[in-house]
C-alpha cells in the first residue's frame, strides 16, 4: 500500500482517494444524462450539490478522525 502524501494514516488516505474515485466515477455519467435531458437541469443540481456536501463531511471525518475535534473547534 503506496502513501498518497497527503499526511494522514493510509486508511484515512484510502478513505479519501475512494470518495474522490466513486465521485469522478458518476459525474461524467450526470453530466451526460442532464445533456441528453433524461435529468431535468434541477435534479442535476441536487445531485451535483449532495456529492460536494458527502466530498466536504468524508474529508471532515477524516481529519476529526486523525487530529481530534481540537483540530476544527480549538479550546
Request: aromatic share 10%; proline share 5%; no cysteine.
Amino acid at each position: 500500500m503506496r502513501s498518497y502524501g497527503l499526511g494522514l494514516s493510509r486508511s484515512s488516505e484510502k478513505i479519501i482517494v475512494v470518495t474522490l474515485g466513486i465521485i469522478s466515477i458518476i459525474a461524467p455519467f450526470l453530466v451526460y444524462l442532464s445533456e441528453k435531458d433524461h435529468i431535468s437541469p434541477m435534479i442535476f443540481a441536487l445531485l451535483a450539490a449532495v456529492t460536494v456536501t458527502v466530498l466536504v463531511l468524508v474529508i471532515v471525518y477524516v481529519v476529526v478522525r486523525e487530529e481530534g475535534w481540537q483540530s476544527i473547534f480549538p479550546p
